[in-house]
């Protein structure tokens, strides 16, 4: 069992920066790739980024060099650096892991959820 709980959103202007923090609990947290999905209003819920147990990455093309995802084995934390924040950036973001391996971008790929953050980018 694996609990997920994100932090770190916020208000920010276009071109800022934001970092957003997941932490897990569970022992087999290193196991596990996890990734970070978010959902604007009106809109389905979508991939962003995912980091697998090795720590190999893997981006959508919309956040590929801006955004970079990390994780931190000790802390039991992932963690999402957003930069050159843009409007369309504004939604909340999601925290998710699974056990399984492989390119795993969508949502019923991942067992475990976090509740989200809100992250908003005024222009």
């Known amino acids: 069992q694996v609990q997920l709980v994100e932090s770190g959103g916020g208000l920010v202007q276009a071109g800022g920066s934001l970092r957003l923090s997941c932490a897990a609990s569970g022992d087999t947290f290193s196991r596990y790739t996890m990734s970070w999905f978010r959902q604007a209003p009106g809109q389905e819920r979508e991939f962003v980024a995912l980091?697998?147990?090795?720590?190999?990455?893997y981006y959508a093309d919309s956040v590929k060099g801006r955004f970079i995802i990390s994780r931190d084995r000790g802390q039991k934390t992932v963690y999402l650096q957003m930069n050159s924040l843009k409007p369309e950036d504004t939604a909340v973001y999601y925290c998710?892991?699974?056990?399984?391996?492989?390119?795993?971008?969508?949502?019923?790929?991942?067992?475990?959820w976090g509740q989200g953050t809100q992250v908003t980018v005024s222009s």
């Open positions: 998710a892991a699974t056990p399984v391996l492989g390119l795993l971008i969508t949502l019923s790929d991942y067992e475990y």
């Open positions: 980091i697998r147990r090795a720590s190999s990455t």
